[in-house]
């Protein structure tokens, strides 16, 4: 997957080459300076390595399919009227615990980043939790049905999304090692594009082997395979990064300080950034908001499908692959328009059409699936982009010397505020009666308010040859 260049950008077949002598983020990049092809999507196939846990696991076959199916249901209620509010808690339950793995990555996440920031070893954690993540995949594997192991599930998927948070700090800090400013955008694009690519073919994978006859939606031992296959996949794809991608130059002289001592460090860190930095400062407290509920579009989004549009396993799978397809194709093209227009315009077409989408399928829902489809659609071409944005925006304004400690902070107040429109998606559905629909809501109210905070937030400047 190839980029073409901007009219007035020259075309280095082999290589991206960085111009100008002051680079992304204050590092001194020369003129002549240049960043192999081969760097690039080294760094962009971990998002394709790790994709399955977040499209196939968390989103679009086995929790929706499994963990909160009548596979974990007491048998007694199955076909009866009760069956839809014992659904409906599975729901409520899986919200409470993705808040308390959000709680652990606010906890977490910076400190780790900024460890990693003054030992140099951006990719040495990146490593780690990338292995941490494979494990935790590994464990679904051994997921069976029954009520009894309904938990074991949700910690497991928990734990996954902590590791995987973690790891991706890591990951972000290395943008700086396979990107330019004339480039951040497209880049940081090209590695969503590629993960939202690689839950295509994944998805297409698992089609392929139920239309085959080899996977059967209606066993129990099909997730576990599905686990097992997940876990082979972020093995084999997560081996360029390593080889090809190095470790950023350290540029902060902080000395090492012990793992407790981080928290203090981290709130003189915290105050500093608001001293000398406002728009990271405010950017990540609006980020925090908009999100979090960018990452509960897709965590409860298919849940919804299932519970209240009555999609079955291949109805999720096909509607998982032409909504990765949308937003592989969308999150590409929009860091084309993050270059040329700044990634704040992008975020809040995103945000505020989001807002619109659900609250569509909320007002809406009685026209049934086609109508879940059609929005579906549209909103996959939203949540890319504005992921995407969001990286770049932060990697625009954050000093040098301090990309994991901030990108920690990032994680920290985006997808780690997870607590609150997971929780609100939990405290919806209960209040409602365990009525599913009603989670929306929660999603709903955490995206207006992070994208309304972020019009108030100060963009970073774009390069000029970028607008040229």
Not at 250 to 257: C, D, G, I, L
Not at 399 to 412: D, K, M, Q
Not at 443 to 453: K, R
């Amino acid at each position: 997957m190839t980029e073409k260049p901007h009219d007035n950008e020259v075309q280095a077949p082999p290589t991206i080459a960085r111009t100008g002598a002051v680079g992304i983020m204050g590092l001194d990049l020369q003129e002549g300076a240049e960043v192999p092809r081969k760097r690039v999507f080294a760094w962009a196939f971990w998002d394709w390595a790790t994709q399955p846990f977040n499209t196939v696991l968390l989103t679009f076959v086995w929790v929706p399919s499994y963990l909160t199916s009548t596979f974990f249901v007491d048998s007694t209620v199955i076909g009866t009227a009760g069956e839809e509010a014992a659904l409906g808690q599975l729901a409520s339950n899986l919200g409470y615990g993705i808040t308390v793995a959000g709680l652990l990555i606010a906890l977490l996440a910076p400190v780790m980043g900024q460890r990693a920031d003054r030992a140099g070893r951006q990719k040495l954690q990146l490593f780690i939790f990338t292995a941490l993540l494979i494990v935790a995949q590994l464990g679904l594997a051994f997921v069976q049905p029954g009520a009894e192991w309904f938990w074991w599930g949700v910690a497991l998927i928990a734990i996954g999304s902590v590791f995987g948070e973690i790891a991706g700090v890591n990951y972000n800090a290395l943008l700086i090692s396979v990107s330019t400013p004339k480039t951040i955008g497209k880049v940081s694009g090209l590695g969503w594009g590629f993960g939202y690519l690689g839950g295509i073919v994944a998805l297409a994978i698992v089609v392929g082997l139920i239309l085959g006859g080899v996977l059967d939606g209606d066993s129990g031992t099909t997730f576990q395979l599905i686990a097992l296959g997940a876990t082979i996949w972020t093995i084999i794809f997560v081996i360029p990064i390593f080889l090809s991608v190095p470790e950023p130059a350290k540029t902060t002289t902080a000395p090492k300080v012990g793992f407790f001592r981080s928290y203090v460090e981290l709130v003189r860190s915290i105050v500093r950034l608001y001293k000398e930095t406002r728009p990271t400062f405010w950017f990540l407290l609006a980020s925090a908001v908009y999100r979090d509920g960018l990452s509960a579009v897709f965590t409860f989004g298919s849940v919804i499908a299932g519970i209240v549009f009555g999609f079955g396993f291949t109805d999720l799978v096909i509607f998982g692959i032409a909504l990765n397809i949308v937003a592989g194709v969308s999150t590409i093209l929009a860091g084309r328009l993050d270059d040329r227009f700044g990634p704040k315009r992008v975020i809040l077409i995103s945000v505020f059409g989001l807002v619109a989408c659900t609250l569509i399928v909320f007002f809406f829902a009685n026209l049934g699936s086609g109508m879940f489809w059609a929005v579906g659609i549209v909103l996959a071409a939203f949540v890319g982009p504005a992921q995407a944005a969001s990286r770049s925006f932060l990697a625009r304004v954050t000093p040098a010397g301090r990309e994991g400690e901030v990108f920690g902070l990032y994680a920290t107040t985006g997808r780690a505020a997870g607590w609150m429109a997971s929780l609100l998606w939990g405290v919806f559905i209960a209040v409602a009666a365990n009525q599913t629909l009603y989670g929306i809501l929660g999603i709903t109210i955490i995206l207006l308010i992070g994208g309304v905070m972020l019009l108030f937030v100060k963009a970073p400047p774009t390069p000029a040859s970028a607008r040229g």
